[in-house]
Each structure stands twice: as structure tokens, then as C-alpha cells.
């Protein structure tokens, strides 16, 4: 494998996020105030493989000096809402596991798992308590990591898109009260729900960045209504089973280019509509092309895995 860099390593994380043709690279450390600040946002064009272009960022940023990451992509993964098995922390994620044999169609000795808490209400902890189970086959798992390998760039986590959504949520929190966020990525619209810091549930909507960007007008209008309607279906449904976390307002993540869409949502929806900028909640003095949404758009899930939290080691 190589000698891997054993100094110190720079603090923060460091997310590659991989696509068919670049690879978007965000280092995020956070100032002493605990604001982050992004000291590089880049992407990069694929020049050969996966590996080839991964070993290339690993000797131009000396990558073994950084906690780094990935993410997985929408299909790679599944989510399960199932019922908190009542055994200690330690010993959860082996009793969750077990519970996912008759959910997953493949067997459970080739599934990674981990397991994600949802809060309980603080005023009602007898309420049924549930986590979320991610899933994983292992096949999968292996061929994220076997490029980064493949290029010696030691990986210390793989997250997954809707909690790198939930990373930049929580910056735009304020109180008690939960955020709603949607954001459209290459092939999908992900909605969350997050309070305290913490995902609370997650949907799937199926239309892409592009689709919004380049529908006309009549089927830009079909895409509006049809998020309008999964949107207030979500709103319903979360404070139904959610009552205890009172949704302040949906975050509507920048998109590429201006089409209307706040304008659109606003009066179809329960709750107050707000296009974010990360500028609102983070620094980028060396980043100046982040100012434009059309860039914070691009690079939003990556930005969100680099912003894991204090998870990385010292």
C-alpha cells in the first residue's frame, strides 16, 4: 500500500464527492467561534479512471494529510425506519441488524449496517422510539472504497447524501424548532427533516437539478406543482408522527440558475419558504466563486459530508 502519512493531521474533514465526469473536493474546519469555514472548495475533471484521478488529488493536496471522505449515491443505500430494539447503545446496532433479516432481499451477512437515532419527545419518551437502519450490501461498500485505495488515499468515513443534507440544515437552526430542506441534485430532489442537529425523516423526490433547469415553461410548471404536493404531503405526514417538533420554515437550497421556484412554493405550502446562502452560516475568505448560487448548488453535498461534525479523530 504504500507509506501513508503518520504526522498530524489538518483539522476538519475533507470530502471527495465522485461524479460520472469530476470530482468536487471541500476541506470545512470550523474557526474558534464554531462557524465553519471552507479553506478549499474545488472540482476537478476526471482524467482516466476514478483511481487515476483520485491518486492525482492525492499528490497535488497531499491528501494523507487530511480525515477524508465520501459519499455513497442515492441507489447505493437503503434507509429502514424500524422499531428501537430495548438493549444498551453498545449492543443496538447488532439487535437492529438482526431485525433487517426479513426487510433486506439479500443476506444479511453481506449488508453493512448502521444505525441512525431518531429523538423521542423529550415530554413523552414512552412514544414508540425508532432508528433509522442504513443498509448497504457489502459488494457495495467495497467498490466505493476500492478506488481511494487504489490511489492511497486513506478513507475514515462514507456517508450518505440525505446526512450531508442534514449537516447544512442544522446550520440555519435557531430554537427548538425543526427545518425543512429540499435540494436538488444530479438525479434527485431530497427533502429532510432535521431538529436539534439530528434527521428526523428523509424523502426522495424524483426530479433532478437539470430537469428543473432545462424543462419549458409547461413542464416546469408540472415539476412545481408535483414538489408542491409531495412537499405539503411531507409537512403533513412529519407533524403527524412529529408533532413535538414544530417545522419553522423550508430551506430551499440555491439552484444553478432563477426559475421561480420560492415564488412558486410560497403560497402552496403550510409553512414559510427561504432560499438558503451558505454565506448566511459559514465563511469562505479563499472560495470567492462560492458567493454565486450557482456554485454553493453544485457542491452543496459535498460541502454537507466535509461538515461531519467533531467526529474526526485528533
Known amino acids: 500500500m504504500g507509506m501513508w502519512f503518520k504526522g498530524k493531521k489538518q483539522p476538519g474533514w475533507l470530502a471527495l464527492g465522485l461524479h460520472a465526469d469530476h470530482i468536487d473536493v471541500a476541506h470545512i474546519k470550523r474557526a474558534a467561534n464554531g462557524r465553519p469555514e471552507i479553506a478549499l472548495c474545488d472540482s476537478y475533471r476526471k482524467e482516466g479512471s476514478d483511481a487515476v484521478t483520485l491518486a492525482r488529488l492525492r499528490k497535488e493536496f497531499k491528501l494523507e494529510q487530511f480525515h477524508c471522505t465520501t459519499l455513497l449515491n442515492a441507489e447505493d443505500y437503503q434507509m429502514h425506519q424500524v422499531d428501537a430494539p430495548n438493549v444498551p447503545v453498545a449492543e443496538m446496532k447488532t439487535a437492529v441488524r438482526w431485525r433487517l433479516k426479513d426487510i433486506i432481499d439479500y443476506?444479511?451477512?453481506?449488508?453493512?449496517?448502521?444505525?441512525?437515532?431518531?429523538?423521542?419527545?423529550?415530554?413523552?419518551?414512552?412514544?414508540?422510539?425508532q432508528v433509522y437502519a442504513v443498509t448497504a450490501?457489502?459488494?457495495?461498500?467495497?467498490?466505493?472504497?476500492?478506488?481511494?485505495?487504489?490511489?492511497?488515499?486513506p478513507l475514515e468515513a462514507i456517508d450518505i447524501p440525505d446526512l450531508a443534507q442534514r449537516n447544512v440544515a442544522a446550520l440555519f437552526e435557531s430554537g427548538s424548532r425543526g427545518m425543512a430542506m429540499l435540494a436538488f441534485y444530479e438525479n434527485e430532489g431530497i427533502l429532510t427533516f432535521?431538529?436539534?442537529g439530528e434527521l428526523y425523516l428523509a424523502r426522495r423526490i424524483e426530479v433532478s437539478r437539470a430537469q428543473l433547469a432545462e424543462a419549458d415553461a409547461e413542464r416546469r410548471?408540472?415539476?412545481?406543482?408535483?414538489?408542491?404536493?409531495?412537499?405539503?404531503?411531507?409537512?403533513?405526514?412529519?407533524?403527524?408522527?412529529?408533532?413535538?417538533?414544530?417545522?419553522?420554515?423550508?430551506l430551499l437550497a440555491p439552484l444553478p440558475q432563477e426559475i421561480g421556484l420560492q415564488q412558486y412554493l410560497a403560497p402552496n405550502i403550510s409553512v414559510p419558504v427561504e432560499t438558503i446562502d451558505l454565506g448566511a452560516v459559514m465563511d469562505f475568505p479563499g472560495v470567492p466563486e462560492l458567493k454565486h448560487p450557482e456554485r454553493q448548488a453544485q457542491c452543496l453535498q459535498t460541502i454537507g459530508a466535509a461538515l461531519r461534525g467533531e467526529e474526526a479523530p485528533a
Request: glycine letters at 2%; proline letters at 7%; aromatic letters at 6%.
Open 221 to 250: 410548471d408540472q415539476h412545481f406543482e408535483r414538489i408542491a404536493l409531495e412537499l405539503q404531503r411531507s409537512l403533513d405526514n412529519f407533524d403527524r408522527n412529529y408533532n413535538y417538533v414544530p417545522i419553522a420554515k423550508l
Open 137 to 153: 450490501r457489502n459488494s457495495v461498500i467495497e467498490s466505493c472504497i476500492k478506488p481511494f485505495n487504489q490511489a492511497q488515499v
Open 194 to 196: 432535521t431538529g436539534g
Open 107 to 129: 443476506p444479511l451477512e453481506s449488508a453493512t449496517v448502521d444505525v441512525l437515532d431518531i429523538p423521542v419527545d423529550r415530554n413523552a419518551p414512552t412514544r414508540n422510539h
